[in-house]
């Protein structure tokens, strides 16, 4: 007899006969596959229609709570969540060996919870021989911050100058810091707004005023705390010099500034491959075709016999 989704969470819950248990922090990045860890070493190989594995929301929050289900050989997605159908999946071929972690794909925020894993085995009846819950976090970093600071204006030494640092697409929440790039002393910023956007992650739109002098080194951090993360993005102006220079570079000292460093430097190498090539067959003799060669020889030929 099946029990619906809401008995089979009291039952679970009042069963007792825990023998271990697990409590681990996932964190995935939005779209991502998750897996959601739950081991248990067993004497001998589990015989799969004498187990049962249930994949439930801890808290019991949503109004559906059943994630995945296998039960007594097979998958059993009548009772899942619509949130989750499609999307979860158990490592079939390592069930007999208690491996009995969850895949889930393509992470949402909404998939935000902490998931319980209950393990049953059938010795005359079904009981509880393992538990295990997962915080699952999910974290979002899909943009780089953009650095800006005026456009077509070249202000005086001494006049008021606006900066302003804009990111968005990230989650959760982010720190935002500016700094001195000179000195590294923290700066003040003259507005702050991290607005959270319809699809719940967060945009960034911050400025600074500072004055315009000699030489000005500036930089905006956004810190991802979940990440451990910082992503730097700086600006330099020389406002003495009429031919200044403008920088606005991401800080090399993150990964994925690193990534996207490396990405430009291949894209370079390969068009000046590409230019290499294009110039040495242009100076390089004509290459005549298989057909010149056959006229060429056949002319040879003809003229040997006159």
């Not at 006969?17 to 681990?24: L, P, Q, R, S």
């Not at 000195?183 to 991290?194: F, T």
Request: charge should be negative; glycine fraction near 4%; hydrophobic fraction near 35%.
């Amino acid at each position: 007899m099946e029990l619906s989704s809401g008995l089979w969470l009291l039952f679970l819950c009042a069963l007792g006969c825990v023998t271990a248990e697990e409590d681990k922090k996932v964190i995935s990045t939005i779209g991502s596959t998750a897996e959601l860890s739950c081991i248990y070493t067993p004497e001998k190989k589990f015989i799969l229609n004498k187990l049962r594995v249930f994949w439930q929301i801890a808290d019991g929050s949503k109004p559906c709570s059943v994630v995945h289900t296998f039960n007594s050989g097979h998958e059993n997605q009548s009772e899942q969540c619509a949130d989750f159908r499609n999307r979860t999946r158990l490592f079939q071929d390592k069930l007999e060996n208690g491996i009995f972690s969850l895949l889930l794909l393509n992470v949402s925020l909404r998939d935000e919870y902490t998931y319980r894993c209950i393990v049953q085995k059938k010795d005359v009846v079904f009981r509880v021989i393992h538990n295990a819950d997962v915080a699952l976090k999910v974290t979002a970093n899909n943009s780089l911050p953009v650095l800006s600071g005026p456009i077509e204006i070249c202000p005086n030494i001494g006049e008021e100058v606006t900066l302003s640092c804009n990111y968005s697409q990230g989650y959760p929440k982010p720190n935002v810091y500016w700094i001195n790039r000179t000195d590294n002393s923290s700066l003040h910023p003259s507005s702050l707004k991290i607005i959270q956007d319809n699809d719940g992650t967060y945009s960034v739109f911050s400025t600074l005023k500072i004055e315009a002098n000699s030489d000005i080194k500036v930089g905006c951090i956004i810190e991802n705390e979940l990440l451990q993360q910082n992503l730097t993005v700086l600006y330099s102006e020389d406002f003495t010099n009429s031919n200044s220079t403008r920088s606005n570079l991401l800080d090399l000292n993150e990964p994925g500034a690193q990534a996207g460093s490396v990405l430009a430097i291949a894209i370079v190498l390969a068009g000046l491959a590409v230019l290499t090539c294009w110039l040495w067959k242009r100076k390089s003799p004509h290459r005549r075709s298989y057909a010149d060669v056959q006229q060429n020889e056949d002319g040879a030929q003809h003229n040997t016999h006159v």
